[in-house]
């Protein structure tokens, strides 16, 4: 069984920034795709980015696009999501998502892609 720890949310005003955290329990996390979904309040849960196993494949969500940067440690069983220049529409709940599949087997922006979540960090940008 994987868990999933997210960490790294926070206040913080418009323009600022924050890394998120995603610390993995799993022994083969080099072969999850790991993936960073977002719930704000009143909506569904949407994509924001996705890493392939060794980091070579990277995805976004139009609206982070030039902002956010997703990337891995797969020595420290760890990925992360630096996000610059927050805006107040980027408020929500971030979660951390697994995925014991290849990168190209399905839709990675998909919540029905991941088999695994993190409990969830809240990031609340201020304008």
């Known amino acids: 069984q994987v868990q999933l720890v997210d960490s790294g949310g926070g206040l913080v005003q418009a323009g600022g920034s924050l890394r998120l955290s995603c610390a993995s329990s799993?022994?083969?996390?080099?072969?999850?795709?790991m993936g960073w979904f977002r719930q704000a309040p009143g909506k569904e849960r949407e994509f924001v980015a996705s890493i392939s196993w060794t980091g070579t494949y990277t995805n976004y969500t139009a609206s982070v696009k030039g902002r956010f940067t997703i990337s891995r440690d797969n020595a420290k069983n760890t990925q992360y999501l630096q996000m610059n220049s927050l805006e107040p529409e980027d408020t929500a709940i971030y979660y951390c998502?697994?995925?014991?599949?290849?990168?190209?087997?399905?839709?990675?922006?998909?919540?029905?892609?991941?088999?695994?979540w993190g409990q969830g960090t809240q990031v609340t940008v201020s304008s």
């Open positions: 998502a697994a995925a014991a599949r290849p990168w190209s087997s399905g839709d990675y922006r998909r919540f029905a892609f991941y088999n695994y």
């Open positions: 799993g022994r083969a996390f080099s072969t999850y795709v």
